[in-house]
């Protein structure tokens, strides 16, 4: 957000001069539940704990009957290991139900870029033990590309 005259923690920025603010709004009824008016030198990514404060800010905002079951978007500039461990912990918890995307549409260049990829060049996802961090399960639905939390197995050991 661009200032053009030195206003409180306007900073220089990629963008010239201004205020990098983050925003959560409720979008069915486009009502802003919590925000923060940062720097301009405040970054937009990996600022995890800017994101986790708006995350617990706007559920707190919300009217204690809606926090129950949640649908929860974040742009690419949000997505981080933190929000996304949070955003997990939250869907975990008994009686309440989360949802969420983090992550931004792919434009035609990534799409074309991916479809490039060859088959035997994807592999699975190593975590820093060295196994698998997730596989497919046995018994999966026939899609390969779901994204059913039960056709998955997390931290699977890895196969000889």
Same mark, same amino acid.
């Given at each position: ?64 009957a809606l926090r129950r079951k949640l649908m929860i978007t #974040? ?65 999966? #639905?026939?899609?390969?590309? #779901?994204?059913?939390?039960? #056709? ?9």
């Open positions: 957000m661009t200032a053009h005259s030195d206003k409180e923690r306007a900073e220089p920025n990629f963008k010239g001069y201004g205020h990098h603010p983050i925003i959560a709004a409720c979008d069915n009824v486009a009502e802003p539940l919590a925000w923060m008016l940062r720097p301009g030198s405040a970054g937009s990514k990996n600022t995890a704990a800017d994101h986790l404060r708006l995350l617990d800010d706007a559920i707190t905002a919300l009217p204690p #974040c742009d690419g500039a949000g997505a981080s290991h933190a929000l996304v461990k949070e955003l997990d912990r939250l869907a975990s918890r008994h009686g309440y139900q989360v949802t969420y995307s983090v992550g931004w549409e792919l434009a035609a260049r990534e799409k074309a870029a991916i479809g490039k990829v060859p088959e035997p060049a994807w592999a699975a996802a190593i975590g820093p033990k060295g196994r698998v961090r997730e596989r497919r399960a046995d018994d999966a #639905c026939p899609n390969q590309r #779901c994204a059913h939390r039960e #056709c998955w197995i997390e931290e699977a050991p890895s196969r000889s």
